[in-house]
């Protein structure tokens, strides 16, 4: 098969893997793991934010069982105010032609061009000196039926690179997904919210200081935001909890 640049489609080069040398240093990247506080961290927290209100409210979404994990009210508080970091390796436009990157992985089986990056990313990320404590990486699940019909899980391809990047442990057996979601790409931001909670579920714990979740694309941030609160029931209220993803949405 003629290799061809995912991005522009020109015929690759000897030395040129995935991107024409061209595409490759146009590689629209979000430096947003040098920085604690950028847009998407900001997004991310905002969000869930707005499910501990209405967890306030309503009493069940993401409640962290204090009897069970032995915390006293200050890390009580303390889970409250941590302010989750995020990072992304690069942005997504609906227009631009660099969203064939993260679409080749998720929907054309190119499990290698999504290592490549992934890996970028997780060396960045263990460059930046910010992600030193991760000690544990965890994919987003997919639904065992769709992760048996694609043959493989986006998230845990790009979770496992950056687990070795960083020196961290894999684990894809801690979280898992109940039942199928609709696909979101139609969807509004409070639909998705909608659509994707209480969907995912422990089922092992394990023990961690700093876990990362990955996803493949931060979008509005909804899974992410439900798959927080599921490690946050399984890891109790001492833990950090960062998410990363290949691609984010610019709005
Ligand atoms: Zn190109």
Redesign the pocket.
């Known amino acids: 098969m003629p290799r061809e640049?995912?991005?522009?489609?020109?015929r690759l080069g000897a030395k040129e893997e995935h991107?024409?040398l061209?595409?490759?240093v146009d590689l629209p990247m979000t430096y947003f793991w040098e920085r604690a506080h950028n847009p998407m961290a900001d997004q991310f927290n905002a969000l869930l934010e707005q499910m501990r209100q209405a967890e306030t409210e309503e009493g069940d979404v993401g409640r962290v069982d204090e009897a069970e994990w032995g915390t006293d009210n200050d890390t009580g508080a303390r889970e409250r105010m941590e302010y989750a970091r995020a990072c992304a390796l690069m942005f997504y436009h609906h227009e631009n032609p660099f969203k064939h990157i993260p679409k080749a992985l998720k929907y054309d089986g190119n499990i290698k061009a999504g290592r490549y990056y992934a890996t970028m990313l997780g060396r960045k990320m263990a460059e930046s000196g910010n992600w030193g404590d991760v000690d544990l990486v965890i994919p987003v699940p997919l639904h065992w039926f769709r992760r048996y019909r694609r043959g493989y899980n986006q998230a845990e391809v790009i979770a496992k690179a950056v687990a070795r990047e960083l020196g961290a442990r894999f684990r894809s057996d801690i979280l898992c997904r109940k039942h199928r979601t609709k696909s979101q790409t139609k969807l509004d931001a409070a639909a998705r919210l909608r659509n994707v909670q209480g969907v995912f579920g422990v089922k092992k714990r394990c023990a961690a200081t700093h876990v990362l979740i990955i996803d493949d694309t931060f979008t509005t941030g909804a899974t992410l935001c439900a798959c927080y609160f599921a490690v946050r029931q399984a890891f109790g209220p001492n833990v950090r909890i960062s998410v990363a993803t290949l691609a984010v949405v610019q709005a």
């Open positions: 640049c995912l991005v522009c489609g020109r991107l024409c061209y595409c490759a």
